[in-house]
T-cell receptor, first 110, second 111 residues
């Protein structure tokens, strides 16, 4: 059974810092991996999707990497802003099943 | 806007009552998922539809839960004889290819 873990559970940084969020998974036979953002009481917004054959994806200030062999993905956020404050979730997709980590709650202080 | 809408946004019910939630994905979404999320946790998979066929159900989906997608478009999730432990955010996601698009969820509170 696939287990997805995200570290740290919470992170607080001053505005402008670069930061890295970590995601690990136990079964490397994944189809792809997706990073989401969730604001309090809201649904999930897709940030980046990495296919299993890819190593990384970039969108603006966000860069996500995937290392299937070690069961790890990282989400790099450059020049963080207060508007980046949210919970960030990673999800691994294996056939029809998408399993989520518990998320990292990010606070960017002005 | 992801194009996936859920109704209602909030539902408060008394224990023992039945509730039904609705999810409307966009027409291109041949895949549809239901998830449940409690505070501080990631979403937990409940069930998956490919068009109108329900292909997978989690063991979390007890016999009090039933989901349908009659015409391969909108979907409903019904919970019968609700219990306090059913209180959670119920999320629906639609997709094609590999990407999933989530609705804003239905927050259920069982008193």
């Amino acid at each position: 059974k696939q287990e997805v873990t995200q570290i740290p559970a919470a992170l607080s940084v001053p505005e402008g810092e670069n930061l890295v969020l970590n995601c690990s998974f136990t079964d490397s036979a994944i189809y792809n991996l997706q990073w989401f953002r969730q604001d309090p009481g809201k649904g999930l917004t897709s940030l980046l999707l990495i296919q299993s054959s890819q190593r990384e994806q970039t969108s603006g200030r966000l860069n996500a990497s995937l290392d299937k062999s070690s069961g790890r993905s990282t989400l790099y956020i450059a020049a963080s802003q207060p508007g980046d404050s949210a919970t960030y979730l990673c999800a691994v997709i294996d056939n029809n099943d998408m399993r989520f980590g518990a998320g990292t709650r990010l606070t960017v202080k002005p | 806007d992801t194009g996936v809408s859920q109704d209602p946004r909030h539902k408060i019910t008394k224990r023992g009552q039945n509730v039904t939630f609705r999810c409307d994905p966009i027409s291109e979404h041949n895949r549809l998922y239901w998830y449940r999320q409690t505070l501080g946790q990631g979403p937990e998979f409940l069930t998956y539809f490919q068009n109108e066929a329900q292909l997978e159900k989690s063991r979390l989906l007890s016999d009090r839960f039933s989901a349908e997608r009659p015409k391969g478009s909108f979907s409903t999730l019904e919970i019968q004889r609700t219990e306090q432990g059913d209180s959670a955010m119920y999320l629906c996601a639609g997709g094609f290819d590999e990407k999933l698009f989530f609705g804003s969820g239905t927050q259920l509170s069982v008193l």
